[in-house]
């Protein structure tokens, strides 16, 4: 028997749109990568409590342990900023805080100068003193932006 062009042509075009269907399927697995925005970026950290300042974050949300204060226009409030020891939710932000004085006063090199601050959040003041001593001033921080996937989880 032999094959008609009719059918060559009909089982190349078939072969054509399987290829085409992987590769759609292929794509499509990558894209909530290319979508999420995660980023690492250098930070001089600082430490705040409870009886430092208001109990509420200009989100207006209670603050407690887990969050932090940073900068809206680089981080959005919601973000979750990963720390060596737990992942913090961005809610609070501050005039120190968005002018960047801490990295711009005990910066020592050129990319030090420039980091963003953030200022992480803690229940007591011992807390926050024992957590600052323990770490360095200036620390790269994973930030994963709200809606994003995966999400860091708490350490």
């Known amino acids: ?4 062009t009719r059918d060559s042509t009909t089982s190349e075009h078939s072969l054509d749109i399987m290829k085409l269907f992987y590769t759609l399927i292929f ?3 990558l894209a909530p990568a290319a979508f999420a925005r995660e980023e690492s970026i250098l930070a001089r950290v600082t430490s705040y409590w409870a009886g430092e300042g208001p109990k509420y974050a200009s989100t207006g949300r209670r603050l407690c342990a887990g969050h932090c ?6 981080i959005p409030f919601g973000s979750k900023v990963v720390f060596p020891d737990r992942a913090c939710t961005a809610v609070d932000t501050g005039p120190a805080v968005i ?5 711009r006063l005990c910066g020592r090199t050129a990319s030090q100068l420039k980091a963003i601050v953030v200022d992480r959040f803690f229940e007591t003041k011992r807390e926050a003193m024992a957590w600052t001593n323990a770490h ?3 620390m790269t921080l994973q930030v994963v932006w709200p809606g994003s996937h995966p999400e860091p989880s708490d350490l």
Do not use: I, N, T
């Open 1 to 4: 028997m032999a094959c008609s």
């Open 27 to 29: 794509l499509s697995s």
């Open 69 to 74: 204060a940073v900068d809206p226009k680089r």
């Open 99 to 103: 002018s960047r004085k801490a990295a």
């Open 136 to 138: 360095p001033h200036f």
